[in-house]
C-alpha cells in the first residue's frame, strides 16, 4: 500500500512537472494532478493492453516507437475521462510530447520512490 501511495504521488508531481515544461498541458491544481494519475491508472491498466493488442503490428514496424502513439491516446483519454478536475490536454501534438516528457520524469521520479522504499 505504501508503494502504491508513493507511485500515485510520483505519478502527481511527474505530471505537475511535466505541464510546466509541455505547452498544451494543463494540470490547474495538485488535487487535479492526483484525479488525472488515478485515471491514467485505470486507463494504462484497463484500456492501454487491449490498445497495444490491436497495434502491436504497427508497433513492431515502427521498433516500438508506435508506443509514444499509444501513451499520447491514453493522455488524451485520462483528459476526456476527468472534465471539470482541471486537467486538460489541448491537442495530439501536446499529448505525443507529453506522453515522452512524462515518461522521463515519471521514471526518475519513480528511481528514488524505490530508493526510498
Known amino acids: 500500500m505504501k508503494h502504491f501511495l508513493l507511485t500515485l504521488l510520483g505519478t502527481a508531481i511527474a505530471l505537475i512537472i511535466t505541464a510546466n515544461i509541455v505547452p498544451g498541458l494543463?494540470?490547474?491544481s495538485f488535487v487535479a494532478?492526483?484525479?488525472a494519475a488515478i485515471v491514467i491508472g485505470f486507463v494504462n491498466?484497463?484500456?492501454?493492453?487491449i490498445l497495444s493488442f490491436f497495434?502491436?503490428?504497427?508497433?513492431f514496424f515502427t521498433f516500438g516507437?508506435?508506443?509514444f502513439v499509444i501513451n499520447a491516446l491514453m493522455?488524451?483519454?485520462a483528459s476526456k475521462l476527468t472534465p471539470g478536475y482541471g486537467f486538460i490536454v489541448r491537442d495530439f501534438g501536446a499529448a505525443?510530447?507529453?506522453s515522452i516528457v512524462l515518461s522521463i520524469v515519471s521514471s526518475v521520479i519513480n528511481y528514488f520512490v524505490r530508493a526510498v522504499d
Open 26 to 28: 494543463t494540470v490547474k
Open 55 to 59: 497495434t502491436f503490428p504497427i508497433t
Open 45 to 49: 491498466a484497463f484500456v492501454r493492453p
Open 75 to 77: 493522455l488524451i483519454l
Open 96 to 98: 505525443f510530447i507529453g
Open 65 to 67: 516507437l508506435f508506443t
Open 33 to 35: 494532478a492526483l484525479v
